[in-house]
C-alpha cells in the first residue's frame, strides 16, 4: 500500500503530468495494477488517500537495451528540468558526456521532433534513446 499519488506515478503512460523516471522504472520491470483505492478516512490519521498496488515482475523487461545505466541516466536526465526540452534536459546533466551535436542527431535519428520533451517519450523510445547513444560510444 502506497500513497494513491505514487501509485498513479507508477502506472501512468506518457502525456501526463504524473508521468517520470517513477513510471520508467517501476514499468521496466513491472507490470503496475491498482488493485483498491484506500479512502483516507480508513487510515489514522486519515490524511490521505493510499491504495493497494499489485507490481506484477517481468521475467524479461519489455524492451531490450543494451545499457540499462545509461537509459536511466538519460530518464533521470530528462525529467530533472521538467520544462526544457529532452535536447536540453541531456545537455545540462552532468552524467552524460555527449555533445549538443551529438544529442541532436541521435534525436533526429529516432524521428522524434527537436522540441520533444521527456514526458512524451514511451519506455520503448526511451530504450532506442539509450541505444542509439550506446552505439555512438562505441565508435
Do not use: W
Not at 493510499?50 to 530528462?78: C, G, W
Not at 541532436?104 to 534513446?129: D, H, M, N, S, Y
Request: with cysteine; charged share 20%.
Amino acid at each position: 500500500m502506497v500513497q494513491k499519488e505514487v501509485a498513479d506515478r507508477m502506472q501512468v503512460g506518457p502525456g501526463s503530468k504524473d508521468y517520470g523516471a517513477l513510471s520508467l522504472a517501476v514499468q521496466y520491470y513491472a507490470s503496475p495494477y491498482i488493485v483498491a483505492n484506500v479512502p483516507p478516512i480508513a487510515l489514522s490519521p486519515g490524511q490521505c488517500g493510499s491504495a493497494v498496488i499489485r507490481l506484477t515482475r517481468y521475467q524479461e523487461p519489455p524492451v531490450h537495451v543494451k545499457d540499462t545505466a545509461l537509459m536511466f541516466r538519460l530518464i533521470r536526465a530528462s525529467f530533472n528540468q521538467r520544462r526544457k526540452t529532452l535536447q536540453n534536459g541531456l545537455n545540462n546533466s552532468p552524467e552524460l558526456s555527449f555533445s549538443k551535436e551529438e544529442i541532436v542527431a541521435v534525436i533526429e535519428g529516432l524521428g522524434l521532433p527537436a522540441a520533444v520533451r521527456g514526458e512524451a517519450l514511451t519506455l520503448e523510445q526511451f530504450a532506442a534513446l539509450a541505444n542509439a547513444f550506446s552505439d555512438l560510444k562505441g565508435k
